[in-house]
C-alpha cells in the first residue's frame, strides 16, 4: 500500500495558488500500481450485490470502468455538462477551486438498482455530494462511494451518508 501511496505526486499551486494537488497520472502509468489499486478495491465489493458503478468525469471514469469489468457490471457515466444525448438530471456544486456543474441520464437506473459511485479522489466532498444526490433521486440505492485517495484534511466524509465512504489511501 505505501508503494501506491508514494507513486501518487503532489503539485504545488495547481490548479491555483494554495492548493497542493495530488497528481494521480503517475500511478495510473504504472501497470502494475493500476492493477493492483483495482484489485485491491474490488476485493471489497466482491460478493456483495451490486448492479451497477457510477463513474464521475474525467478520472473516475478510469477506475470505475476497471472497477465495473472486474465485478462485471455495467457502467453509468455521471458527466460535465452538455455531454450527455439524453434527457438529464442537473446538479451545480461547490469544488475546492470553484464551481461546476454534473449530470446523468435520467433513465440510469431501474428502481432500487444498487450502485457503486467511484471516483479517483475525496477532497471537500463536493462532487460526491451532487452524484449521492443524483444517483438518490433516481430511486437507486446508494452501496458506497469509492475512492483511490482521500485528503482527510479536507473533512470530505463528513458531507456523506454515514459508513457510505471507502478511500484506498489517505493523505
Ligand atoms: C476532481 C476529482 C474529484 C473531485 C474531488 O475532479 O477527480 O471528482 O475533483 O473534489 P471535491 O471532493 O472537492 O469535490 P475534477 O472536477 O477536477 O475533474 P476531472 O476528473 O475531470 O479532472
Ligand atoms: N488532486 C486531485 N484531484 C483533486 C484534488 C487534488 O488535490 N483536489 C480536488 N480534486
Redesign the pocket.
Known amino acids: 500500500m505505501e508503494e501506491l501511496r508514494s507513486i501518487i505526486r503532489d503539485i504545488p499551486d495547481f490548479p491555483k495558488k494554495g492548493i497542493v494537488f495530488k497528481d494521480i497520472t503517475t500511478l495510473l502509468a504504472d501497470g502494475k500500481s493500476f492493477h493492483r489499486m483495482i484489485d485491491l478495491i474490488a476485493h471489497r465489493y466482491i460478493g456483495q450485490k451490486i448492479d451497477k458503478i457510477v463513474g ?5 471514469f478510469l477506475l470505475g470502468s476497471a472497477l465495473a469489468y472486474k465485478l462485471g457490471v455495467g457502467i453509468v457515466l455521471v458527466r ?1 455538462p452538455g455531454k450527455l444525448p439524453y434527457k438529464t438530471l442537473k446538479k451545480t ?1 461547490d ?2 477551486y470553484g464551481t ?1 456543474t454534473l449530470e446523468i441520464h435520467e433513465d440510469a437506473f431501474q428502481p432500487g438498482e444498487r450502485v457503486l459511485i467511484a ?10 455530494t451532487a452524484v449521492v444526490e443524483l444517483v438518490e433521486e433516481l430511486g437507486a440505492d446508494l452501496v458506497e462511494c469509492a475512492f483511490l485517495a482521500e485528503l482527510d484534511f ?1 473533512k ?1 466524509r463528513d458531507r456523506l451518508p454515514e459508513n457510505k465512504v471507502f478511500s484506498l489511501l489517505h493523505f
Request: aromatic share 4%; hydrophobic share 35%; glycine share 18%.
Open positions: 464521475v468525469e474525467a478520472r473516475g460535465k456544486y469544488l475546492e461546476d471516483d479517483d479522489l475525496l477532497a471537500t466532498g463536493g462532487t460526491v479536507l470530505g
